[in-house]
Nanobody, 123 residues
């Protein structure tokens, strides 16, 4: 199975941008659905965005639509999350996750997780 390592988090002012990356080990990356999730202090982890195996189909939680873009490069075995117009409420630890079964439209069955990267948005 793949192993996942996130990077790209940091401190940014409201309205700014960040791009998160998730590097996956292994040559079977293209067989996995991939997703980004986040967990704010004192809150449950929540779904942010997912992408299908080819990267052509994507889904987003309503609060990030129009601001975040999920993408993947299967040749580089890397998942990305471009985050624009960041808001203080986007502050959280962001995790990438993978699964190789199920549907892009289910988000509670991801079973491979990275260690997370902190995103902090100041007002």
């Amino acid at each position: 199975q793949v192993q996942l390592v996130e990077s790209g988090g940091g401190l940014v002012q409201a309205g700014g941008s960040l791009r998160l990356s998730c590097a996956a080990s292994g040559r079977t990356f293209s067989l996995y659905y991939m997703g980004w999730f986040r967990q704010a202090p004192g809150k449950d982890r929540e779904f942010v965005a997912t992408t299908g195996r080819g990267g052509f189909v994507t889904t987003y939680t309503d609060s990030v639509k129009g601001r975040f873009t999920i993408s993947r490069d299967n040749a580089k075995t890397t998942l990305y999350l471009q985050m624009n117009n960041l808001k203080p409420e986007d502050t959280a630890v962001y995790y990438c996750a993978a699964k190789n079964t199920g549907s892009i439209y289910t988000t509670n069955d991801y079973d491979i997780w990275g260690q997370g990267t902190q995103v902090t948005v100041s007002s």
